[in-house]
């Protein structure tokens, strides 16, 4: 399940043999991807990424050793592949 904060990004969690795994997807990844401030247009972007950002989550919690992860706009190295 994903939810929205509305104004920070959106939180989703990763169920992992290890547990739960809560994932925080700043805003600025998204609209680093190509959305706009607006919800429908945060939720498409967020629909079109997530493999990728699930798989960099599980990197992150991982290498951090932490259940909690934030992807903020400097995470999405793919962004720059989009040109």
Not at 11 to 35: C, E, F, P, Q, Y
Not at 37 to 45: K, N, P, Q, R, V
Not at 68 to 82: C, F, L, N, P
């Amino acid at each position: 399940m994903t939810t929205g904060s509305g104004t920070k990004g959106f939180t989703t969690s990763i169920r992992t043999a290890g547990g739960r795994i809560m994932v925080h997807i700043d805003k600025a990844a998204l609209i680093k991807l190509g959305a706009v401030d607006e919800i429908g247009s945060l939720l498409h972007t967020l629909d079109v990424h997530m493999p990728r950002f699930h798989a960099l989550a599980l990197q992150k919690a991982h290498r951090e050793g932490r259940n909690h992860v934030a992807i903020g706009g400097s995470d999405v190295w793919w962004a720059d592949e989009r040109s």
